[in-house]
């Protein structure tokens, strides 16, 4: 689907999803039996993927009558969709043993998601990331929220239905607020203490319920930061599938610099100019960086930093 907007990491599948032939369970066998149909292998939520000839790496795909036969059933399998018409699926391989030393010899190999975002074309990072983001829900919900007996998978493995109950339980998406406060012509950033020494990144926190997006965003900074919102932009969002998150990525202007950490989220706040910013996104700044391009926080920073440049 073509839209006219900006497209972070992980966004921007190129799949129909086709959901109408979810339902199908006849035509789903078929397709995972038949010579044309394709399968992504994720092990333990990383991709199989292959050298590319322009140096990068991209996505390696199965035959799909391979991947049912490794799945051992439904429970492992996912409908993605269809390219153009042909059907691709994607299988869950879980274990220790690494299966490119085994089942899928020579196939490709298995590498984290994250670490090869940006080497990947961002139509193949797209795809990975929702098998990805899907194979955690699964793995996470396979008991009824309800009653709490075992579930079992339908739809293509869009959906997962109690067995005793017959409550039907959907892949669940946890939105985020995630924002770059700024006043004037100085942006914050913030830094956990967790994290590697010198990184700060934009703030960030969950929606919760009964809450706008714009409150959200207004209740995060105060609470974390002791700032006060007066105008909230939107920017961008991005899927994340770390485990299941959308992000939501927003411009706050706040009422003034007089931030500080909370101390639970954040240990430490920094105002940046915004030739600062631009030096920090550059990775010019001695001891200290922000998230890499393949994060919304790292485009957020970007789009502030440059708004002001001819």
């Known amino acids: ?25 006849d035509w789903l066998t078929r397709q995972l039996d038949s010579s044309e ?6 092990w333990n939520g990383r991709p199989l993927v292959e050298d590319a000839k322009d140096g990068g790496v991209q996505l390696s795909y199965l ?25 691709v699926f994607a299988v ?50 396979r008991h009824c929220a309800v009653c709490g007996k075992p579930t079992r998978p339908a739809d ?14 959907f892949p669940r998406t946890d939105p985020v607020v995630i924002m770059l406060p700024h006043h004037g012509e100085r942006c914050m950033l913030g ?35 002791g700032l006060h919102a007066l105008s909230v932009r939107y920017h961008s969002s991005q899927p994340w599938p770390y485990p299941s998150s959308l992000m939501i990525g927003l411009l706050a202007e706040v009422q003034d610099e007089e931030g500080r950490p909370d101390q639970t989220e954040l240990s430490e706040v920094r105002w940046f100019t915004r030739s600062e910013a631009r030096a920090l996104i550059a990775g010019q700044i001695e001891g200290v960086f922000c998230p890499p391009p393949h994060a919304i926080a790292h485009q957020l920073i970007k789009t502030w930093a440059l708004e002001s440049l001819p």
Not at 2 to 24: C, E, I, M, T
Not at 63 to 87: C, D, I, M, N, V
């Open 1 to 25: 689907m073509a839209l006219d907007l900006f497209l972070n990491s992980f966004a921007g599948n190129p799949l129909d999803r086709a959901s109408y032939h979810r339902v199908d369970e």
């Open 37 to 42: 149909a394709l399968a992504l292998a994720m």
């Open 63 to 87: 035959p799909a009558k391979l991947a049912h036969e490794l799945s051992g059933g439904p429970e492992r399998l996912l409908f993605l969709g269809l390219w153009k018409q042909t059907p």
């Open 92 to 141: 869950d391989l879980e274990g220790l043993a690494d299966p490119s030393a085994s089942s899928v010899t020579g196939m490709g190999r298995f590498e984290d998601l994250r670490q090869i975002a940006l080497a990947l074309p961002s139509t193949d990072a797209a795809i990975a990331a929702t098998a990805k983001g899907v194979f955690e829900w699964r793995r996470r919900h």
């Open 156 to 169: 293509g493995g869009w959906k997962r239905v109690c067995e005793v109950c017959e409550a039907e339980h």
């Open 191 to 225: 830094r956990q203490e967790s994290w590697p020494k010198g990184m700060f990144s934009c703030l960030a926190g969950f929606l919760e319920p009964g809450e706008a997006i714009e409150e959200a965003c207004a209740r995060e900074l105060e609470e974390e930061a």
